[in-house]
């Protein structure tokens, strides 16, 4: 079995649900990736550069917001999305695969090609 299998059926905690997004209650996705070794501490560490430029940047910091917007087009549009829901607003892969009707081994794919993508940014 793929490790892309194999995280595609990972519990990452119980799911509460915060106006419109779901949300993990115990734990950001890239911390329990990591954790199963699922992806690299080069991929978590951009995960969290971009989530805490993210929030500097809505806390008024110039230089958050301008290194955010960078990073942001590196990812791309297309893959921008499961990085938005899992990164930033800590939504579950589960969720996102629900949202989009894709599988959740497909979802997984999806964000560690995104963290791939914002590590060589950052990189």
């Given at each position: 079995?793929?490790r892309?299998f194999?995280?595609?059926h990972i ?23 990591l954790?199963r ?5 080069a991929?978590?560490a ?12 809505q ?7 301008e290194?955010?917007l960078?990073?942001s ?11 938005a829901?899992t ?5 579950t ?22 963290l791939?993508?914002l ?5």
């Open positions: 079995m793929s892309a194999e995280a595609a519990d990452f905690g119980p799911d509460i649900q915060e106006g419109d997004i779901t949300v993990s209650e115990r734990f950001w996705v890239p911390d329990a990736m954790g070794g699922m992806i690299t501490e991929l978590h951009a995960a969290k550069r971009f989530r805490d430029d993210y929030y500097a940047g806390a008024g910091r110039l230089g958050a917001r290194a955010y960078r990073a087009r590196s990812i791309g549009t297309t893959t921008m999305p499961v990085v829901w990164v930033l607003s800590h939504g892969l589960s969720g996102w695969a629900e949202c989009r009707g894709i599988s959740k081994e497909k979802a997984v794919g999806q964000l560690i090609l995104a791939d993508k590590a060589k940014h950052y990189s």
